[in-house]
């Protein structure tokens, strides 16, 4: 681990850490033995290359997990890559509940970190989808055609806004469920905000 990389935020950051402590100080250790920058961002370790994401460590209920920003990019020879969620279209976890499994994945870890550093220095990206690739819920048309100005609202949003109001929208099983959530929503729309604006 080169000492030079060690950030002050995240130290403070591992001192409140009770569930995954020494998980956490396990995969920083790694991280920074492959020369990434340490940062906090989203109020989680995250490793940059020249102030572009890379990886970050972040803990849940169940496990801990490094998650590689643009993982989808990478080859995966021994399956440890988790897609977290169907719509998760650049991110990939891999997940860990003990210290002993990631001493034992250590040198495949760093080959896969190398491998997403090499990504970043050879400017790959990730071909998301567009917005217009999503399927407008009918509810959601209904109210475009009531409310003309929510449509034109909505084009105005960025990409990755109108996916996340797609996705969401879409999601629910009943239709009046997806009525709810649309109506929830109309005012943020009109206001040119996204979901968790």
Known sequence: MTLTNLNPKIDAFLSRETQWKTEFEHLRTIILDCDLTEELKWGQPTYTLNGKNVVLIHGFKEYCAILFVKGALLQDPDGILIQQTENVQAARQVRF???????????????????????????????????????????????????????????????????GYLL?????????????????????????????D
């Open 97 to 163: 509940k003990d210290v002993k499994t990631i001493d034992e994945l250590e040198p495949v870890l760093k080959d896969y970190i190398k491998a997403a550093i090499d990504n970043e220095k050879a400017g790959k990206e990730i071909e998301f989808k567009k917005a217009t690739e999503y399927p407008v819920p009918e509810e959601l048309t209904l109210k475009f055609y009531d409310r003309p100005e929510l449509k034109t609202a909505f084009e105005a949003l960025t990409p990755g806004r109108q996916r």
């Open 168 to 196: 969401f929208f879409n999601s629910p099983k009943q239709s009046v469920t997806r009525i709810s959530r649309i109506e929830k929503y109309v005012d943020k729309i009109m206001e040119g905000k996204g979901l968790d």
